[in-house]
């Protein structure tokens, strides 16, 4: 019915039925309504056989298999929100409050920043650092970061930086080579030096009114030492634009709250990907809500950029403003803990409201991957969160852990300004997802999205018996595990990328025909798109 296009139409079953659907691995693809635990009955949820048998005729056809509507799958209700029994372990665990005058202060918007190497620790969050944003005083009033260790459940916050354009929006992210690197800016958020922008179309109240909007700065790369000591402070001469100076909006970027201005009033979320760096912000389709994530790539292996066009993420099935008016609060992208070449990205998604561009629709956190940091595989929904104006009370923390072979992220619940409980059950959640679920999701999304080929003038590396020797070692604060796949990214010519796209369709036409075929595909070699791995 659809092809190889993957599950398709998923954004408009989340939407319109409010029911489930599964992906080839049994992942719940969409929701029920909160507080109900959820069984879909489709029509390939009636017989085991017949569904069995529908999944060898799709095998035969295509890759990307087509469950259609169906699995017998349910949400595991606990507190404080129902997770995804599928995908998501039975344990979660509080790891510090953000209730009372942490809430009021506007605590919010944290990323995990790896401190220690992981050989060396102990625990998950051994080593880890917590970077937030906390509303300053004054009127209006400022942003500024802090850092604390979750291990001492906020007893010593640490002023990181005053500057409240980049405090409004940062991630923190940790460079082997260069040390921690943080880039905020963009939002309205005073203290800015970009002239002002009048608001032409938008929201009615902001008709015609000047919005002065913040310079994306790069703040100087520093040890954490350093940054405890005030590295970032304030604004210093060692502070570089990102965007081109009075730049009133960068090429490509799509945001119809203040156009003609780029506002970028989400948070920020900064990856290394392939020598390049991926710089994630929001981005608005519509004059009220249609929230969404946007990435612009740097031309060079500096985080300084010059930075590219802004592009639109697509994620597989998934249509925002159809049927009906959806939004993407943010995207937490981080490397894969594993896979190299792979992208991981947490995003809060409001499933809309009939009749509302910005209303208060089901919520769910959802995990998707990339090999390019732009197309994305299904967003496989991990736990549901309440909804309020375009917004979900809960928010994905910006980074995770791979601590033993199990994959730990991190939730921060009814975040202040969206939840009407802050004060009350404010705090951050430790989950982890069951042993193999993002092996199988990944295994998944390489065979079936785009830009997962390995190049075919890179050597491909595995860690193991028969590996070559990494040329980099892989151990820092940032290296995540031992085992990992690894392609070294070179440019290519037009011909050999010809080759490569034809040898990988041959790849794929072996991998999904039936086994009776090929009595052992494992030993049948195509490097260009490693299908003895994969």
């Known amino acids: 019915r659809r092809g190889c296009s993957g599950l398709g139409e998923v954004g408009r079953r989340f939407s319109e039925r409010r029911g489930w659907r599964a992906s080839p691995l049994g992942e719940v693809v969409g929701v029920t309504p909160l507080g109900k635990v959820g069984r879909a009955h489709g029509p390939m949820s009636a017989r085991p056989a017949l569904r069995m048998l529908f999944i060898?005729?799709?095998?035969?056809?295509?890759?990307?298999?087509?469950?259609?509507?169906?699995?017998?799958?349910?949400?595991?209700?606990?507190?404080?929100?129902?997770?995804?029994?599928?995908?998501?372990?039975?344990?979660?665990?509080?790891?510090?409050?953000?209730?009372?005058?942490?809430?009021?202060?506007?605590?919010?918007?944290?990323?995990?920043?790896?401190?220690?190497?992981?050989?060396?620790?102990?625990?998950?969050?051994?080593?880890?650092?917590?970077?937030?944003?906390?509303?300053?005083?004054?009127?209006?009033a400022p942003y500024v970061n802090v850092a604390f260790s979750p291990s001492d459940s906020m007893g010593v916050l640490t002023l990181i930086s005053s500057d409240s354009a980049t405090s409004a929006t940062a991630d923190v992210v940790y460079d082997k080579e260069l040390g921690y690197v943080s880039i905020g800016g963009g939002s309205d958020s005073g203290g800015t030096t970009r002239p002002g922008v009048k608001i032409t179309h938008g929201p009615v109240k902001l008709l015609g009114q000047d919005i002065s909007l913040a310079p994306v700065d790069l703040r100087p790369p520093a040890s954490w030492t350093q940054v405890l000591g005030g590295a970032w402070l304030t604004r210093n001469a060692r502070w570089r634009p990102v965007m081109p100076k009075n730049e009133l909006s960068h090429p490509g970027c799509m945001d119809n709250h203040m156009a003609p201005g780029c506002n970028m009033d989400g948070r920020f979320s900064l990856v290394k990907h392939r020598f390049r760096w991926l710089l994630y912000g929001r981005a608005n389709h519509l004059s009220a809500g249609g929230r969404s994530v946007q990435v612009a790539r740097s031309r060079s292996k500096s985080p300084l950029g010059p930075y590219g066009p802004y592009q639109q993420l697509s994620w597989e099935g998934f249509d925002l403003l159809r049927p009906l008016a959806k939004n993407i609060y943010t995207g937490a992208v981080r490397n894969h803990p594993t896979a190299k070449g792979v992208l991981v990205g947490f995003f809060p998604v409001n499933l809309g409201q009939r009749g509302k561009t910005n209303g208060d629709g089901t919520g769910v956190i959802s995990l998707a991957?990339?090999?390019?940091?732009?197309?994305?595989?299904?967003l496989t929904p991990l736990l549901q969160s309440p909804g309020a104006t375009g917004r979900t009370w809960d928010h994905p923390v910006f980074g995770h852990v791979l601590f033993n072979g199990t994959y730990h992220f991190y939730v921060h619940h009814d975040v202040p300004g969206i939840s009407p409980r802050a004060t009350v059950d404010g705090h951050v959640r430790a989950y982890s997802l069951v042993r193999g679920a993002l092996e199988r999701l990944t295994a998944h999304a390489m065979a079936t999205l785009r830009g997962c080929t390995p190049v075919l003038s890179g050597r491909l590396r595995v860690d193991g018996s028969d590996a070559v020797e990494t040329k980099a070692s892989n151990r820092g604060p940032a290296a995540l595990g031992a085992r990992v796949l690894t392609v070294e990214h070179t440019e290519l010519a037009a011909p050999t990328e010809l080759v490569d796209s034809l040898s990988c369709a041959?790849?794929?036409?072996?991998?999904?025909?039936?086994s009776y075929l090929f009595t052992d595909r494992s030993k049948m070699e195509f490097p260009s798109c490693n299908c003895a791995r994969r």
């Open 56 to 140: 060898g005729m799709q095998a035969m056809l295509c890759c990307a298999w087509d469950l259609g509507d169906a699995e017998d799958l349910t949400w595991r209700t606990v507190w404080p929100r129902p997770t995804n029994a599928a995908l998501v372990s039975r344990a979660s665990t509080e790891v510090f409050g953000v209730r009372g005058r942490s809430a009021q202060a506007g605590m919010r918007y944290m990323s995990l920043v790896e401190t220690k190497l992981a050989e060396d620790k102990s625990h998950p969050l051994d080593g880890v650092q917590v970077v937030a944003r906390l509303d300053g005083v004054g009127n209006p």
């Open 506 to 514: 041959a790849c794929r036409a072996v991998r999904c025909a039936p």
């Open 369 to 378: 991957l990339s090999c390019d940091g732009v197309r994305w595989s299904t």
